[in-house]
């Protein structure tokens, strides 16, 4: 997803434009990263050798270097053809939730074990004396699943029950109690939450800066080594075994000693054929679906208790929609949109609304007539809102991004049929952020050889799609 940003200062002001030093000349990047370390020089300036060769450089693709590097003494290249957090990773609002999963589905326990990895890593962050909230942006707000109707109560009150029965602490308010918790929110005398009180949100640009720092700390002893506005082109593959041997991108040859990871996000289905081809044919039906949100800086007008999610949000049903939504959208040229409210506060006091999801390819254009439906989508719970009006010019952003929508709703994670030293972590749609330690972990641990914590058949590419054994 790429974030496209309205204002003149709300985005250049979270981003650290800092010189860096590679083997080719890099401008700016989007975080505090250190200059290139010397152990990959210019001598080296189109070959270099790695154990590990990581292509996607967002939280998904960054967060298994860094379990590789924390966890093995293997070396890690990342390589990407934008910058971090110029995708997906970038637009998002930062969930990390169990309100919206279900329990007993196929990725459960993968959101259950990345949820407690998070929660364990900012703990980690406060005993050795750092704020996990000036590091991550971790704010643990509870979640408020929201509707609005007696049917949303119906739904709420079943989903309270479930994941109570799977050990969460989860509780069903009715309108009066859900006003108490948040007194400027209106959702009528139907209306009702279900509210997952260990819910927690993170922001996406301070957390990859510091993954991206803890990654570079491996710089010096060399382990790592990033390319970033390096596309990776095509695989190598040996004369003598047909095994991948090397990723070639547009200026470096990257060889890879013991494993691929291809982790491109919503970009996997049409990079992912030209990587491997001729040799065989892998389809995975990973498709862009964008989304966009509008950020109110330093918005004084609302105060939020707790992240909010309109349950609609769950089923991803079109509970607002504009022409042709109701209609199943069967290709990159029919378009399907749907709004749900969405609203977080973040660390900044910045008001983050949303959200929407489209199937139109790759756009990259801000589409006024749903920044004005989320707008008023959003005033239809927060009625304060009704009595402003939309202006784009003062202090407000939109961030468009391409969530990686798999139609059978599940990540794609583990090794490509044919191609046992090449493995695939992607399909995690508006879950990147929330999935993405425990993701790091399986794919680490299936590198590594180790037993992993998580079950990962039912999201291995056999026998999901047509061409795949």
């Known amino acids: 997803m790429e974030s496209i940003s309205i204002s003149s200062s709300s985005l250049q002001s979270r981003l650290f434009l800092t010189p860096t030093r590679s083997r080719r000349s890099i401008s700016a990047v989007p975080l505090p990263i250190p200059r290139r370390c010397r152990s990959f020089s210019t001598l080296a300036l189109h070959r270099s050798d790695h154990d590990v060769v990581v292509v996607g450089a967002g939280i998904i693709g960054l967060t298994i270097a860094r379990h590789l590097l924390l966890n093995s003494h293997l070396s890690v290249a990342v390589t990407d053809a934008k910058l971090p957090c110029s995708g997906a990773t970038g637009a998002g609002q930062g969930y990390i939730w169990l309100a919206h999963k279900t329990p007993g589905t196929d990725t459960w326990h993968l959101a259950l074990r990345s949820k407690h990895l998070w929660e364990e890593l900012a703990a980690d962050l406060d005993t050795q004396g750092s704020d996990p909230g000036e590091v991550l942006g971790w704010k643990k707000t509870g979640s408020l699943l929201i509707g609005r109707s007696s049917e949303d109560q119906a739904v709420l009150q079943e989903r309270v029950k479930l994941l109570s029965d799977a050990g969460l602490r989860a509780q069903y308010l009715p309108s009066d109690l859900l006003h108490l918790e948040e007194p400027e929110l209106d959702v009528g005398s139907e209306g009702a939450a279900a509210f997952i009180l260990d819910d927690c949100q993170l922001d996406a640009y301070q957390t990859v800066s510091y993954i991206q720092k ?14 970033f506005n390096d596309p990776a082109v095509c695989f190598l593959r040996s004369e003598k075994t047909g095994a991948v041997e090397a990723v070639q991108t547009s200026n470096h040859t990257l060889y890879a000693r013991k494993a691929v990871v291809v982790a491109s996000g919503a970009w996997t289905g049409t990079l992912l054929p030209n990587l491997v081809k001729p040799n065989c044919v892998v389809e995975i039906p990973v498709r862009p679906r964008k ?11 609302i105060r939020l208790n707790h992240s909010l999610m309109e349950v609609g949000y769950v089923g991803h049903q079109n509970t607002t929609t504009l022409g042709g939504a109701d209609l199943e959208a069967t290709g990159d040229d029919q378009e399907l949109t749907s709004i749900s409210m969405t609203a977080t506060l973040d660390v900044r006091g910045n008001l983050v609304l949303g959200s929407s999801r489209q199937f139109c390819g790759f756009s990259r254009e801000v589409d006024q007539s749903i920044i004005e439906c989320i707008w008023n989508r959003a005033a239809e719970f927060f009625p304060v809102l009704k009595l402003m009006s939309l202006d784009l010019s003062l202090n407000k952003q939109i961030r468009i991004g391409h969530r990686p929508y798999m139609p059978d709703g599940k990540p794609v994670i583990g090794p490509i049929p044919d191609m046992p030293n090449v493995f695939l972590a992607t399909g995690h749609e508006g879950s990147g952020l929330s999935l993405a330690l425990a993701t790091a972990e399986m794919v680490s641990d299936m590198i590594l050889g180790n037993p992993t914590k998580v079950d990962p058949m039912p999201l291995s590419i056999h026998g999901r799609f047509s061409g795949n054994l």
């Not at 803890?214 to 390319?227: D, P």
């Not at 989304?291 to 007008?301: T, Y």
């Open 291 to 301: 989304g966009h949100l509008l950020v109110l800086e330093n918005f004084r007008n």
């Open 214 to 227: 803890v990654n570079n700390t491996f710089c010096l002893k060399g382990r790592y080594a990033e390319f």
